[in-house]
């Protein structure tokens, strides 16, 4: 325990130092340089190194895969450490939160060692090649094919609705090696360069005018059996634990990262969110009392706060299972069901309160947060599609949950 609390003021002292203003909450009366300026991304990639150089992106993993090798509990006191501050972690995205968990249960120790490190570095980027055109809650219905040919695998397929694969270094995916099995049973899951000739990519515009989705054509691409994790059409097995990795970051996303510090001026913990009464004010008036002037949609702004809340104390929870070894579950299925409907119930919310002024594309007569507001609106449509629909989780909850017959 001694030990613990050395390593948490270490820790504490090494943030305080290294961890510059643009990557955390500020202090009293510090600014931070404007973003896009050059100053600002000077301070994004050196925080991005020293804290990479220190294995602490990935603090659990081996020092040898890119981490820092410390305990789960010397982790939790990171973590802890890092939101007292507010810090951003320095490394995201697919790599990071999908494919290393399976990794690390999955991989051989070759595979580990060879695509850890650029993880936790963040110098490769992911994309995840599972969706197809005929194939998307039923997943196991793929037909992308990979037949092997001496080390390699000569794939041919397209996969569909795949986030930023225009602007990814490499892909993990999903393929058919065996089509005269069972279809769960023919499955693998492999891993190859999205520059190999035949990838070809193709953006596809979303309803929220981004432009982060592909279709990505395969056309004898030539993969390194090596790359193949896990066991040859077992790959299954290794796709559903990474959705479950999905589902979870997904929940935290959508507004289960739990409350982490106490208002200055009392005890309610902050929201995750700009706060709603916030951001309604503008548009419902205050009574005398202060109060959101409308009773009706007052009522629904605190419905949501509350359970966004609740649910934020139910991340937390699951959280602090998770990184004292408990392992990620069906029962992700249910915070992503919830995260998703909730999301979906706060930006209709903030429609019905900002009117038609939330349903603006552009022009002077809008201001900046409610042009973002429309986009966030739209954005939301698909929470309940991505990493598997509400129907889908549902699905998984009565059978893989509650045990009830398909
Ligand atoms: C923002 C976003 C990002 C995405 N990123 C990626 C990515 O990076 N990589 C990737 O591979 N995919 C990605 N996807 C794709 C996503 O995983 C699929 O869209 C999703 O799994 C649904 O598949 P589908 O679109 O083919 O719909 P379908 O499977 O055709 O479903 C259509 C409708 O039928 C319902 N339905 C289907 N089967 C059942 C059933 N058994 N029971 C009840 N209802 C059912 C569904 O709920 C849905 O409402 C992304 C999607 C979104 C929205």
């Known amino acids: ?91 995201g995205g697919f790599g990071m939160y999908l494919l290393a968990p399976v990794l690390l249960e999955f991989a051989n120790d070759d595979q580990k060692k060879r695509f850890l490190p650029d993880i936790a570095n963040g110098r490769v980027d992911w994309c995840q090649g599972y969706s197809e055109p005929g194939a998307g809650s039923d997943l196991a219905g793929l037909q992308t094919r990979a037949v092997l040919d001496g080390d390699e695998y000569v794939i041919d397929g397209s996969k569909i609705w795949t986030t930023s694969a225009h602007l990814a270094d490499w892909i993990f995916c999903l393929v058919r090696t065996d089509p005269d099995a069972s279809k769960h049973e023919g499955i693998s899951f492999i891993l190859f360069d999205m ?21 990505i054509f395969f056309d004898g691409v030539r993969a390194k059996a090596e790359n193949l994790v896990g066991v040859k059409n077992g790959g299954w097995t290794i796709a559903k634990r990474l959705l479950q990795h999905e589902r979870s970051g997904l929940s935290g996303m959508m507004g289960g990262a739990a409350p982490s510090r106490k208002r200055k001026s009392g005890k309610r913990p902050l929201p995750n969110f700009h706060s709603m009464a916030d951001l309604a004010a503008p548009y419902l008036g205050r009574d005398a009392e202060g109060r959101l002037a409308d009773p009706f949609l007052r009522d629904g702004i605190v419905g949501v706060e509350m359970d966004n809340l609740c649910f934020g104390l139910t991340m937390k929870r699951s959280s602090d299972g998770a990184k004292e070894g408990q392992e990620v579950g069906h029962t992700v299925s249910m915070s992503k069901y919830y995260a998703s409907e909730l999301n979906k119930r706060r930006q209709e919310l903030l429609v019905s309160v900002m009117g038609t002024q939330a349903l603006g594309w552009e022009g002077e007569g809008f201001s900046a947060t409610e042009l973002a507001q429309t986009r966030g609106w739209l954005r939301s449509k698909g929470n309940s599609i991505e990493g598997g629909t509400s129907e889908i989780q549902l699905n998984v909850i009565a059978k893989r949950v509650l045990g009830l017959p398909d």
């Open 195 to 215: 520059k190999s000739p035949g990838v070809s990519v193709s953006p596809i515009q979303l309803i929220s005018g981004q432009s982060d989705f592909c279709q």
């Open 1 to 91: 325990m001694a030990d613990l609390e050395q390593f948490r003021a270490d820790a504490r002292a090494w943030l305080d130092e290294h961890c510059p203003p643009t990557r955390r909450q500020l202090r009293e009366g510090e600014t931070a340089p404007a973003w896009g300026s050059p100053e600002f991304d000077a301070q994004i990639e050196g925080w991005k190194r020293e804290i990479c150089e220190r294995g602490w992106s990935a603090p659990t993993w081996p020092r040898e895969c890119g981490g820092a090798g410390l305990s789960p509990e010397e982790a939790k006191v990171l973590a802890q450490e890092m939101a007292r501050i507010r810090a951003v972690p320095p490394i």
